[in-house]
Nanobody, 126 residues
Framework: QVQLVESGGGLVQAGDSLRLSCEAS????????RAWFRQAPGKEREFVAG????????DYTDSVRGRFTISRDNAKSTVYLQMNSLKPEDTAVYYC???????????????????WGQGTQVTVSS
């Protein structure tokens, strides 16, 4: 079993930056695809960014590409999401997720992910 805990959310103004963190514990290792999803009220859970086990392959949804950066520190079993130039439409609960994989491809579908954090709220005001 792997436990994921997100942190770093908060209330910010449009144009500001935030960095989210997701720490893993339990049956952890470096051979996991890690990702961030987000969900706004009344909306389906949306893939935001993902990173493969080595950290050399990343993927982003179009709406955040160029503004958000995902990274990982395998020694700390931690992934980060640096969010710059935040917009009100970025407001959502952000979830950390993971599944065991040695492949370079990064799934964007939530059903592929077997481990989930509890979520952290990000609110961006106009």
């Amino acid at each position: 079993q792997v436990q994921l805990v997100e942190s770093g959310g908060g209330l910010v103004q449009a144009g500001d930056s935030l960095r989210l963190s997701c720490e893993a514990s339990g049956r952890t290792g470096s051979t996991y695809t890690r990702a961030w999803f987000r969900q706004a009220p009344g909306k389906e859970r949306e893939f935001v960014a993902g990173i493969n086990w080595s950290g050399h392959n990343t993927d982003y949804t179009d709406s955040v590409r160029g503004r958000f950066t995902i990274s990982r520190d395998n020694a700390k079993s931690t992934v980060y999401l640096q969010m710059n130039s935040l917009k009100p439409e970025d407001t959502a609960v952000y979830y950390c997720a993971a599944y065991g994989s040695l492949y370079h491809v990064i799934s964007t579908h939530p059903l592929q992910y077997t481990y989930w954090g509890q979520g952290t709220q990000v609110t961006v005001s106009s």
